[in-house]
Structure formats: C-alpha cells, structure tokens
C-alpha cells in the first residue's frame, strides 16, 4: 500500500536516520514531494553515490539550493537561446538573400556534400539533414495545432512559413541539428560574428558544441529537473568546447562535472553577447551567495562532496574575466 506523509515521515526516521518532525516539517516534505524531493535529492549524481542525511533541515537546505540555481540560470538560459538562434538566423538570412525554408534547405542546408558520396559519414550526414526536414514540420504542425499564432498567420494565407518563423517553433535541440547540417561558410560566419575562439574552432562546429551543451542545462531547468550535481548531462562534452572556453577565460579544469563550469559558459555567451559587465557579476554573486548560504546549512563533509574545493578560485577568475 503507498504510504501517507505521516507514513512516509516514520520511513525516513526509522530506516533512513533522518530526524523530521512536526508540521512544518511535514508541510514542507508534502510541498517539495517525497519523490521529486528526497529521491530526487538522496544523491550526487548517481544513486550509488548517496548522501547520507541525519536531519530533514540538510535535505530541505540542498533542495532549495537547487531551486534557487534553477531561478537564478532560467532568465539567462531563455536570453541565450533567443540571442543565439538570432545570430544564426542573421547568417543565414545574409548568406541566402531568402527566408524560404525549403530554398534554404536545398542550398544550405548541405553539410553532407563535404563526405564522399556513399561513405558511411555521408549517409549518417543525410540521414540527419532528412531527419531535420521531418523535424521541422513536424514541429509546425505540433505549434499550429497548439494555435501558435505566428505559424497559423501563414498557414491561413496559405503561405510559406519564413525561416524566422520557423527558428521560433524549434526546440533548443531541433535548432542544434538545424545548425549540424548548416554548410561550413554559414558556420563560419557564425562563428565570427560571436567572436568566438577561431584556433580551437577550425571546423566551425563550436556554436553547434555550444547549443547542444547549453541545451542540456536549459530543459532540465525548464522541467524542474535536478541541476546541482549536472546529473542532467547525458553526452560527454567535446573537449575542443572546454579547451576554448579555459584558454578566453583563463579558468583552468573546465570539465562540466560540476554546476560552476556550467555558470562559466552561461556568462561567457552573455559577454559573447554584450550583456553588461554589472549584470554578468550579479549573476555570479547570487550564484555565490546561493552556495555559500548552502555552506552554513549543511554538513561540512556533504557540502564538499557538493561543492569541488576549486570552486571558489573559478568564481574569482570568472569576476576577472568579466
């Protein structure tokens, strides 16, 4: 039988050693989910990993640590997003002379023409430029039918939808392999007009490095998933993105194993795209204050295992860089 809050409190203190007690307690256990809230949080980054709580304060203390992260990263996440696919949108607008998408897609859109016909890369290449053009409508046809106004103006005209248009219904993940399949002149461009670093960038793939690895942060916010210990990256990050970004922001280890470097290429991109100086820092002094309160509320030997010992260093850097 599934337990009640009052049963579930008896679990936590009985088998788990967990002190929690009384009706704020029980209040709190009851608004944060005993699923979504001590399952969620009873690890760093895998299960086999767990921490081990003696009272329900620490679990509430590392909870709300992660909450405040998710508010303080969104606004800055949906920034980014809508500035990156602008930057993209610009190229290829000044590139095509069009916004149609299927001129685009015919003549732009052909990163697989740099294999060999034929060659297993080729045809993983066009198999992910068809996949793209299903993609697309398939992504129109989910806005139109949930009444997006901007694709069902066009549809009624019984016209094409521009590229704009488009760029508005696609997904983090959908406007990535948009740009995958971009030719290398388009991606190049790009490249330049975020004044990226050109050395570590020599196949013009970094922006595409970049969307993918923002993407990753942006939905597990976006759906309240766990962010403090990045269990929510699924992909290994290209090396050549870490490299770029220690060698712009003189920030050693940058490895995405932990939630600041994630912070460090969030400020990054908003410098990238002229974001003031005093908003940049605010960022990063909330961040800090934000883990620093967690410091005061948990357990030394669980905050350590939480916070790696060179995050403080990082944070200086990173005041530094912008």
């Known amino acids: 039988m599934p337990k009640s809050i009052d049963g579930l409190m008896r679990y936590m203190r009985r088998e788990k050693g967990i002190s929690i007690n ?9 608004n944060m989910g005993y699923y979504h809230g001590y399952k969620g949080y009873r690890f760093i980054g895998k299960s086999s990993n767990p921490i081990v709580y003696t009272d329900f304060k620490q679990l509430v203390a590392i909870y709300e640590f992660d909450m405040k992260l998710k508010a303080l990263f969104y606004p800055q996440l949906t920034f980014i997003e809508t500035a990156l696919k602008n930057c993209v ?17 015919t003549n732009f859109l052909t990163d697989y023409k740099r294999f060999s016909p034929g060659s297993s890369k080729h045809k993983e290449a066009l198999k992910s430029r068809l996949a793209l053009r299903d993609h697309v409508y398939s992504a129109l046809t989910r806005e139109y039918g949930n009444k997006k106004e901007v694709v069902q103006h066009f549809y009624h005209k019984d ?5 704009w248009a488009i760029f508005e219904v696609l997904t983090l993940g959908e406007f990535g392999n948009f ?5 290398y002149n388009i991606r190049r461009a790009v490249s330049e007009s975020m004044v990226l670093h050109q050395p570590s960038d020599t196949d013009a793939f970094l922006t595409k490095k970049i969307i993918f690895t923002i993407k990753e942060l942006r939905n597990a916010v ?9 269990r929510f990256s699924r992909s290994k990050i290209d090396s050549a993105l870490s490299k770029s970004l220690e060698i712009e922001t003189s920030i050693k280890n940058i490895t995405f194993k932990n939630i600041v470097d994630y912070l460090i290429l969030v400020v990054y991109l908003l410098k990238k795209f002229g974001v003031s ?5 605010k960022l990063v002094s909330d961040v800090q204050n934000t883990i620093e309160t967690l410091r005061n509320d948990i357990p030394i030997s669980i905050h350590a295992k939480i916070i790696p010992t060179d995050t403080r260093g990082k944070i200086s850097n990173l005041n530094k860089y912008i």
């Open 222 to 230: 976006a759906h309240n998933d766990v962010i403090f210990d990045t």
């Open 277 to 281: 100086k005093v908003e940049a820092r």
């Open 179 to 183: 740009f995958s399949c971009l030719n």
């Open 22 to 30: 009384g009706s704020s307690q029980k209040r709190k256990l009851r």
């Open 159 to 163: 016209a094409s939808v521009p590229i």
């Open 89 to 105: 949108l610009e190229e290829v607008l000044n590139q095509s002379h069009s916004d149609n998408f299927n001129y685009i897609y």
